[in-house]
């Protein structure tokens, strides 16, 4: 045996469900599909329950604790009575479930040490008469059951494995990554884990599979793989390049070195502050932090925000001269959904699902009286390493060549007559006007407490945080290792 089968012979031992996890993960579906039939008989309106998801077709972790149940209603029932009959059946199969929030409203809840969705969909013919975007989930399930067989279906978990550990695996809008659905299919089509990425290595982006030839429109992404139960669809959209091109890296590292490690999700020791204080002394960079209470939303909803506002102070930082080296968003690690995900996957040699209930990013969510408190939500920070903190006192502003004519002399004009002592010029310089006049924010302190910090483009709940935010500047951004020590490791100790 060679030492790359020696290793995926031991990676399979661990990743693939044994047959008691799988008897008792279908005796529970079971039970619960069972008592989904019985509230349906109260309803007034027929329906069925399927089953869906990585754990309806064997392709799940060992560990993972995930039961995705679809209620399927009759096309002619209208939006709010599906939602209410729904949650009726939700609320009867898991009565210490809450509602959360997908295209419409689903329960989800605890059963036996299974997380449960019971998610209300139409049971549309097909995936072209789609009424609700969970329409096509069953139609997904179904289309790759007629084309899993046993060693498909566990190339497939090594493949979801391989992605967790690497970090490249879920459909979230933080994550960006790879869902279960977009796994599977790339499985099915290249005909298992190590054909993908050998495939993967030497991909040249855009890279496309159409697994059924029938492509209606054209798609720009990276990767793109035409959905087969619905031609103008990609479902790769939500990939990011940067983790499309950290499937290559670790596809390209791990044939050329096979080992059992980029197999396993492990997250960061978080940095003490004398740590961060030493990266920051041997980088010989200007880190700044900006600090705020997290909204009171879910990852979905936060981290989209984040990332707009983010950007937004990246664009203005850079635009008042304060070079931006590098910059992340951040929540503090007690708060961090993913990183409490992460632990779990440690502690379960598996982990959490992410197939998603649509396989689709964005929307779901908790209801209001299941959100924690305020005092309870946490911290987020933008933070950044700066080339320059210090600006001096006046800046450059070129006009336009004086070859054209009346911008030229409009520019002239509106300086010319400056009394401002600390304005200089206008001078010709080359072929065009010049003034060095004074510049607004001379540090970056001045400028991201000042009210033009909040003119860049902002998330609109995170607008409303930013208001009151901290801001810190050098060496005090170590005080804040105690509440965000994973988040700076992953930021001082980054990998690809």
Request: aromatic share 8%; with cysteine; hydrophobic share 40%.
């Amino acid at each position: 045996m060679s030492e790359l089968e020696t290793v995926l012979a031991h990676v399979r031992e661990r990743v693939i469900p044994g047959d008691a996890e799988r008897e008792r993960l279908r005796e529970v579906a079971d039970a619960l599909t069972e008592a989904a039939h019985e509230a349906i008989a109260d309803l007034p309106v027929d329906a069925d329950v399927v089953q869906v998801g990585s754990t309806a077709r064997g392709t799940w972790v060992a560990g993972d604790r995930d039961i995705d149940l679809f209620v399927r209603f009759p096309p002619d029932l209208n939006r709010e009575e599906l939602e209410r009959y729904g949650l009726m059946v939700g609320h009867a199969v898991l009565p210490d479930g809450h509602e959360e929030y997908a295209e419409h409203p689903y329960v989800k809840g605890e059963h036996e040490g299974f997380s449960v969705d019971l998610v209300p969909c139409y049971a549309v013919p097909s995936a072209a008469d789609l009424i609700s975007a969970v329409d096509r989930t069953p139609f997904h399930d179904a289309y790759l059951r007629e084309r899993l067989d046993d060693d498909l279906a566990e190339d497939v978990v090594l493949t979801k494995a391989f992605l967790k550990g690497i970090g490249a695996y879920g459909s979230d809008l933080r994550t960006e990554g790879f869902s279960g659905y977009l796994t599977e299919l790339l499985v099915v089509e290249l005909g298992g884990f190590l054909p993908l990425i050998e495939s993967a290595r030497s991909w040249h982006p855009p890279v496309e599979f159409d697994p059924e030839g029938h492509a209606e429109r054209t798609f720009e992404d990276p990767l793109v793989v035409v959905d087969p139960t619905d031609p103008t669809r990609n479902v790769a959209a939500v990939l990011s390049p940067a983790n499309l091109a950290r499937l290559q890296h670790y596809a390209r590292d791990f044939l050329e070195n096979p080992r059992e490690e980029p197999f396993e999700r492990t997250v960061p020791e978080p940095l003490d502050a004398a740590r961060v204080r030493e990266h920051l002394t041997r980088r010989g960079a200007t880190p700044v932090a900006v600090v705020f209470d997290a909204p009171d939303l879910v990852d979905d909803q936060l981290w989209p925000q984040l990332q707009r506002s983010l950007d937004g102070v990246v664009r203005g930082l850079n635009a008042h001269g304060f070079d931006v080296l590098r910059a992340e968003a951040m929540v503090d690690d007690r708060h961090d959904a993913a990183l409490h995900a992460a632990a779990t996957v440690l502690q379960d040699d598996g982990g959490s699902g992410t197939d998603g209930i649509t396989d689709d990013p964005g929307g779901s969510g908790t209801s209001d009286d299941t959100r924690p408190n305020r005092a309870d939500r946490g911290l987020a920070m933008l933070y950044a390493e700066l080339a320059v903190t210090e600006r001096p006192r006046v800046e450059r502003h070129e006009g336009p060549p004086l070859a054209v004519r009346s911008h030229a002399e409009g520019f002239y004009a509106a300086y010319a007559d400056d009394v401002d002592p600390d304005t200089y010029g206008p001078f010709i310089e080359g072929d065009r006007y010049v003034v060095e006049r004074e510049r607004e924010f001379t540090t970056v302190r001045e400028y991201l407490e000042s009210d033009a910090a909040t003119d860049v483009a902002l998330g609109a709940h995170i607008e409303r945080e930013f208001l009151d935010r901290e801001v810190l500047v050098g060496d005090a951004v170590t005080t804040l290792a105690d509440r965000f020590g994973v988040a700076l490791a992953g930021f001082y100790e980054p990998r690809p």
